[in-house]
DNA sequence: TGTACATCAGTGAACGCGCGTTCACTGATGTAC
DNA sequence: TGTACATCAGTGAACGCGCGTTCACTGATGTAC
């Protein structure tokens, strides 16, 4: 005697991860409330404790989608000419800077993550050093596990610039950040290892 | 007939300014409550108003009086041999990581910032670009202002370097991410220019 | 095949609390006499 | 020199509001008969 098909509470636990993505990058962690998350998704607050034991929970499993949305597509752009380059100036393009709410997690809510409980600081750690594998593999097929090392500096500076670009309101010098961040990658790329 | 010596309404205000660097990088723009920043300078939320428009106005203030301290930083180690490597270990360094509250407000807040009012964004662009000056001069001292494009390079690799450490939670990898920053500035200074 | 019913995803009001902001007031001060 | 007083920085209670969380309930569903 049961109810609703059985995977009907997993697809709408899932469609609350997914707007909960873009709502927590464009208003913040601590700017999102309950009953705005759940209204994104099509639902009234009363129901959100049947998915999640607390916002801290669903905020640990947004973050832990989100970097894994950010592995699909270091993925796919694996299988392609010329990828890393293309991800590169897709990130640090102008369209990325002015998507906040569909781009990249770390570069929308990096400094509020690090002030987070370590529930929250644990899923973005463990999903980033697998996003940090992902870009090592994009950038060197076939090297071996040394390459996260360069790849958690990629990522450092490609977040840094995207902040820094999204912060500044002059254009010009917007646009420059974001430029300065491909040179920046380019050049650790040509130096010596260690 | 007057009351107070004249000055006396400014001490408090640069007191609740300073007081509140420290406040708002610790716990963020959101996280920081008026009540909070006001016992922080030993005083109570009704004095507030007082001294600022609105929590906007004193958040805007606190940013361009951290970053102010920042060009100080910078100024008193331009004057000193190896400022600039002195600079960029001392702020990759373990040390500046755990000591969120007395740091660089970049490293604190930016994407904040970047979420913000345009007061507040406005005060930062102003202030950041104060210190990209310095920065430059730090780096190549005597060189033209064109020395403020790499500046902010650097800027973005050193802030998104000391976020990414923050937010992991493996003490080898945010090691690691410290030295891959500073291994990125001196790839990036060795790099030719555009 | 048709109907009664157990299930449970979702509703919406309510909880105590802290938020940013307002305001009537207090009381220490330096001046005027 | 001593005192009355105008000033105004600071107090603390209160405002409406949205927060995260709880809970009694509703009502659409698929199953059992």
Redesign the interface.
């Known amino acids: 005697v049961a109810r609703y098909g059985k995977e009907h509470k997993d697809v709408t636990r899932r469609r609350i991860v997914e707007s909960a993505g873009r709502r927590l990058k464009?208003?913040?962690l601590?700017?999102s409330g309950v009953a705005t998350l759940m209204a994104d998704a099509g639902l009234t607050n009363g129901a959100f404790y049947a998915h999640f034991e607390s916002k801290d929970a669903l905020i640990a499993a947004t973050i832990t989608d989100q970097l894994q949305e950010q592995r699909v597509l270091l993925r796919q752009l694996a299988g392609e000419p010329d990828g890393f380059t293309r991800f590169v100036h897709g990130y640090l393009s102008p369209r990325h800077r002015d998507d906040?709410e569909g781009g990249c997690p770390?570069?929308?809510?990096?400094?509020?993550?690090?002030?987070s409980s370590?529930a929250i600081?644990?899923a973005?750690?463990a999903g980033?050093?697998g996003v940090a594998d992902d870009l090592a593999a994009l950038m060197a097929p076939g090297a071996p596990a040394g390459g996260r090392?360069?790849a958690?500096?990629c990522?450092?500076?490609?977040?840094?610039?995207l902040?820094?670009a999204?912060?500044?309101?002059?254009p010009q010098?917007s646009a420059?950040?974001l430029?300065?961040?491909v040179?920046?990658i380019?050049?650790?790329l040509?130096?010596p290892e260690?």
């Open positions: 464009k208003d913040g601590d700017g906040v770390s570069g929308a809510l990096l400094d509020e993550v690090a002030r370590p600081r644990g973005y750690s980033l050093l090392r360069t958690l500096g990522i450092a500076i490609l977040v840094g610039s902040q820094l999204r912060a500044l309101d002059d010098e420059a950040v430029a300065e961040g040179r920046s380019a050049a650790l040509a130096a260690r």
